[in-house]
């Protein structure tokens, strides 16, 4: 294995953590949180996005 795919390997070993914690922690309530606002119902039961 080359010098550069080594650098490469290592950076990203190194990175994974805190990628991953952003993307869990972070990112993903943040979808659930859109989700649950475009799944609210309303009286009649139509799917309506609520802000």
């Known amino acids: ?5 080594q650098r490469l390997l290592g950076l990203a070993v190194f990175l ?6 952003l ?3 972070v990112v993903l309530p943040h ?7 475009i799944r609210l119902k309303r009286g009649g039961g139509a799917l ?3 802000n």
């Open 1 to 5: 294995m080359s010098q550069r795919a």
């Open 16 to 21: 994974m953590p805190a990628l991953l914690w």
């Open 23 to 25: 993307l869990l922690l």
């Open 31 to 37: 979808v659930d949180l859109l989700l649950l606002s």
């Open 48 to 50: 309506t996005p609520v």
